[in-house]
């Protein structure tokens, strides 16, 4: 699920940043995401990923070091260089709602299935363009760096049509979901029989992987807009816990994992309580972050709303 776990993330920072220029202009933008984003990264930098190190140079008994490194946080420093590039053209979208741009945009959504092509053709072009060695290797790589570029600039301009987009994503939600499982079974079929070269170029192989990624999001999108787009209390802790639970959960993995893997007992065993472990720990953490006012800011959290 990698190929489009890590895309759709950059699509709803792109939506974020929209939701907050509503009330922001240009300047303001830069200041609440510096403080939501670049904070936190600069934190996890220097006082949460360098566990991973610890941790992992502990369990294979190797000689331990202090590495600041943005680790399982370097979507954090793409995110803010997009902010960076694009707060200008973003402030411009913003003051002219209707601009050529987004009318031709809406014009091609609001026909059927055109939402697909607008979505998924700046994907598949990067996958031709940059040709990555390995699709779902996006950390620090060039092909990450552009794929997300292009997925977080989607997302502020799919959700700046509100309403057209919606509806245009709620249309296609079954269509999208069959052809991205029916290119998964193509992708996993030819993961399986490798022997045979079912699909030998590599070329033909990104493109069809980047077109599954597209469909995958915007089939996910399309089923929570019908039935996720209501109150719900769990989906509002959630949404709240999702940025800390994340800055948090490797090194707690790691920690989980190497307790764990000690013991004498069925893989499957260790797997559940790895699991279990991992997120009741990370959301006990949390429950402590969020009750402490000069500690929430450093997980990108907003300081007013603590309790």
């Known amino acids: 699920i990698n190929i489009w776990r890590i895309p759709i993330l950059f699509v709803v920072s792109g939506m974020g940043a929209r939701f907050a220029m509503e009330r922001r202009d240009w300047s303001n933008l830069l200041s609440d995401r510096s403080l939501r984003i670049f904070v936190p990264l600069l934190f996890g930098m220097l006082f949460i990923v360098p566990f991973n190190f610890i941790i992992f140079n502990y369990y294979y008994k190797k000689e331990q070091f202090y590495l600041p490194h943005p680790g399982h946080l370097w979507f954090l420093l793409f995110i803010f260089f997009y902010v960076l590039i694009f707060c200008a053209l973003f402030n411009y979208f913003k003051k002219h709602p209707e601009n050529m741009f987004y009318r031709f945009i809406k014009s091609i959504i609001n026909k059927p299935l055109g939402l697909i092509p607008v979505f ?27 794929l997300g570029m292009i997925c977080f600039f989607s997302g502020f301009v799919l959700v700046s049509l509100k309403e057209d987009f919606w509806i245009a994503v709620r249309k296609i ?10 290119l998964y079974l193509v992708r996993s079929y030819n993961g399986i029989i490798t022997e045979s070269d079912f699909i030998s170029s590599s070329l033909i192989v990104n ?19 019908a039935f ?32 764990v893997f000690q013991l004498g007992i069925p893989a499957i065993f260790k797997l559940i309580i790895v699991l279990v472990g991992t997120f009741a720990l990370s959301f006990a953490i949390y429950e402590i972050i969020k009750r402490i006012k000069w500690v929430r800011f450093l997980f990108g959290m907003k300081i007013k709303s603590a309790r």
Not at 120 to 146: C, K, M, N, S
Not at 207 to 225: D, I, K, P, Y
Not at 242 to 250: E, G, K, N, S
Request: contains cysteine; hydrophobic residues 55%; proline residues 7%.
């Open 120 to 146: 998924a053709l700046p994907i598949v072009l990067e996958a031709i363009l940059i040709q990555p060695r390995d699709y779902p290797v996006f950390a620090l790589t060039l092909h990450g760096l552009i």
């Open 173 to 182: 939600k079954l269509i999208t979901l069959g052809l991205a499982f029916s």
């Open 207 to 225: 493109v069809l992987t980047g077109f599954e990624s597209a469909n995958w999001m915007l089939a996910v999108f399309g089923f929570g807009a």
């Open 228 to 259: 996720l787009n209501k109150p719900s209390k769990l989906l509002t802790y959630l949404s709240s816990a999702v940025y800390p639970v994340y800055i948090v959960h490797l090194p707690v993995q790691m920690l989980c994992s190497s307790l």
